[in-house]
């Protein structure tokens, strides 16, 4: 007598990465600093009390004033590509940004991975920002 196995499918899940760019175990955006502050030239720690749920992520500011302002707008200050690595995404690739790595160019700010990468980010900055806009977001589906 042969006994047969049924044959079992299943539908396979497409692993996506979030938009927003925290670290694991953590739900921290941009690491804990003040997305408001880097536009005035000087990041600085967020603190708990000044922290807002948007995008899935905890944003942390330094004043009531930068949190007020984040709320009015907040795409006028989430780090470009979700804080993922600019130049890395302009590269086809995620990889964490560094909120001690940034950039800020016509008005939006660009993290990048470390001192190494960042060299390498300004040699190019326009074009790498091009690249970067064509690859995002999709390059989150891959």
Known sequence: ?????PFVTSSVAIAESDPIYTK?????AVGGYDVVSFYAGKPLDGKDRFM???QGAEWR???????DLFKINP???I???GG???WAIARGKLAKGSPENWHVRDGKLYLIFNDRIQDQWQRDIPGFIGRADRNWPQILED
């Not at 007598?1 to 196995?5: A, G, I, K, N, V």
């Open 75 to 77: 795409d006028a200050f």
């Open 79 to 81: 780090p470009q590509y």
């Open 24 to 28: 694991w175990l953590s739900n921290e």
């Open 84 to 86: 993922y690595c600019a």
């Open 52 to 54: 807002i749920i948007h």
């Open 61 to 67: 500011f330094s004043t009531r004033a930068n949190l």
């Open 1 to 5: 007598m042969f006994l047969s196995t």
